[in-house]
């Protein structure tokens, strides 16, 4: 079976987030921001990183037999894909944590809180958000035979289904970096991105594309435009608006594509999982050197475009080498073919995903 087409407006709506996660944090980096109470947007964002993970997972693996040779290719890619840069990014803030006077703005505090985050147990700053998605990442060859063989595995499914309900009914319990409490954003995404490889990729609609369009808008102001009806965020509610926006969105009508699927989106989200990571970092340091020589003015938007670069920079000098060593030394060693069952398990996924 071949290789799913690549869907460029979710490399896009992926770049939308990670800017909305910045933007999230510019209060923290500039306190003079902070009393203007803009909106923030960063969990709806994460919310879509979540949904976005799953609809990704169950499109480019769905269709795929689930092997044991399979099954290690997939999570030796996915482990490639996140824990060196992940890594990378918890020395860099650790050395900012204990460097002398430099007062970091979100520390990992000791060595013992190091070791947390080392073992992916930590949740200082953004870093929360990545236990939860590796450990989707061990949880999906469950949904991969329940999406891949439906009539096989009834009551696997069952079971399945009724976990997400009970995790709803429960508030999605647990600390934030546990899977059970952003599991239904997970599961409802992978749905999603399985129905997307079986009914077709794309769609001419103006009525899909216009509403690709305006839904993200509404998910994330609507806690804003009615705050008396707000719920609060994360529930099965927006878990399934996430999956809703990811699914249109990846339909790729025409007049939605001309936005998601733009050069700047796309670089953006070439990019986002290095921004999400190097971000504060960056803008923090960028403001430390630069508030004493410009007016804030000008160091706000100045902080935005070092960020950029600096996450441009760890994307094609960290994340995407340590990624391309790691998948290339698994598909030569020794250890693989050891344990793989067949030669034609091998898969390849697209860097932007």
Not at 117 to 145: A, K, M, T
Not at 181 to 189: A, D, E, Q, R, T
Request: aromatic residues 12%.
């Amino acid at each position: 079976m071949g290789r799913p087409e690549h869907i460029a407006s979710l490399d896009g709506l992926r770049g939308l987030a990670a800017a909305l996660v910045v933007m999230a944090h510019i209060g923290l980096v500039f306190p003079s921001l902070a009393a203007i109470h803009l909106p923030v947007m960063g969990s709806e964002a994460v919310g879509l990183f979540f949904a976005l993970s799953g609809f990704l997972m169950a499109y480019l693996y769905g269709g795929q037999p689930v092997t044991r040779s399979t099954v290690l290719d997939f999570l030796v890619s996915r482990f490639a894909r996140i824990y060196p840069v992940y890594l990378v990014a918890v020395v860099v803030v650790m050395i900012l944590s204990i460097a002398p006077g430099l007062d970091y703005i979100q520390p990992i505090q000791g060595m013992k809180d190091f070791v947390r985050h080392v073992v992916l147990l930590g949740s200082s700053g953004v870093f929360w958000s990545v236990p939860p998605e590796i450990q989707f990442y061990l949880f999906f060859p469950v949904l991969w035979l329940c999406l891949g063989q439906p009539r096989q595995f009834p009551v696997l499914i069952a079971v399945l289904m009724a976990l997400v309900a009970i995790d709803g009914l429960l508030g999605l319990p647990g600390p934030g970096i546990l899977l059970p409490s952003k599991l239904p954003y997970f599961v409802f995404g992978a749905v999603a991105g399985r129905l997307h490889g079986l009914w077709g990729p794309a769609s001419r609609s103006p009525f899909i594309g216009l509403l690709a369009l305006l839904l993200p808008v509404l998910f994330m102001s609507y806690r804003y435009l009615l705050p008396t009806v707000d719920p609060g965020f994360w529930g099965v509610h927006s878990a399934f608006a996430s999956a809703i926006i990811v699914a249109l969105v990846a339909w790729q009508a025409p007049l939605s594509a001309r936005i998601f699927a733009s050069a700047p989106l796309r670089f953006l989200g070439a990019i986002s999982f290095s921004l999400y990571l190097f971000h504060v970092p960056a803008m923090f340091l960028a403001r430390r050197t630069l508030s004493g020589l410009l007016p804030e003015s000008l160091v706000i938007p100045l902080t935005f475009v070092i960020a950029g670069l600096a996450a441009w920079f760890v994307h094609v000098t960290v994340e995407m080498p340590a990624r391309q060593w790691l998948v290339g030394y698994w598909r030569k060693s020794g250890l693989r073919s050891g344990l793989v069952d067949t030669p034609t398990g091998k898969i390849e996924v697209p860097a932007s995903n």
